[in-house]
């Protein structure tokens, strides 16, 4: 069974009310509970039956939904960490050019209509980096490329605080990333 991680230590992050973030938490304990459930109905059910079939389909979303939460909450801090001059950001550059047109790309991602998730992904295979969009949780995912820096753009992320002013919460999203996190989730 997966337990939820617990995220208060972003309680306090600029940009950020504490009420927009446990209602965020709380929408991502969802997650966890419905992945423990599904994971529970799929081994009651008979494989190949419509019940499994609906089952397995939305065990993604769910599953997508809790990894894609940890993955974000995790790569925030109420301390940003600024982004050090290391192979990292030698690869940004090289493939961008300079780190504001990164930047420039990743936010023009993020501020895209429609609801879901904006990423910096690495492929290991080919050596890139690419700013992408998945729309909901189980759409949109580049297979083999490993997540580094995640940003949720569903409006539970931003409401609260900023109601449709999305721009407004990628700003504030942009100064609380731990740049520490991104960085080793690319070493590692």
């Known amino acids: 069974m997966y337990q939820a991680k617990n995220f208060d230590h972003l309680l306090g992050t600029p940009g950020f009310s504490d009420t927009l973030l446990k209602n965020h938490f709380t929408l991502y304990e969802g997650y966890v509970k419905n992945t423990n459930t599904f994971l529970d109905l799929l081994s009651t059910k008979e494989v190949r039956t419509p019940e499994y079939s609906e089952l397995q389909r939305r065990f993604g979303w769910e599953w997508n939904g809790m ?3 940890e993955l974000y909450f995790e790569n ?3 301390d940003a960490k600024e982004l050090s001059d290391g192979p990292f950001k030698q690869k940004l550059e090289s493939i961008y050019g300079t780190i504001e047109d990164w930047k420039k790309n990743f936010i023009g991602v993020g501020a895209m209509r429609g609801i879901g998730w904006a990423l910096l992904v690495y492929d290991k295979k080919s050596d890139e980096l690419f700013n992408v ?5 189980d759409l949109g995912h580049f297979v083999e490329t490993k997540p580094l820096l995640v ?4 409006e539970h992320a931003y409401i609260t605080d900023y109601g449709i002013k ?3 919460y990628i700003e504030a999203f942009m100064k609380a990333i731990d740049w ?3 960085e080793q989730r690319f070493v590692a």
């Open 180 to 182: 520490s996190v991104v």
């Open 67 to 69: 990894r894609l939460h």
């Open 166 to 168: 999305r721009a407004d």
């Open 133 to 137: 969009w998945i729309n909901e949780h």
């Open 151 to 154: 940003m949720d753009v569903f």
């Open 76 to 78: 925030m801090s109420k």
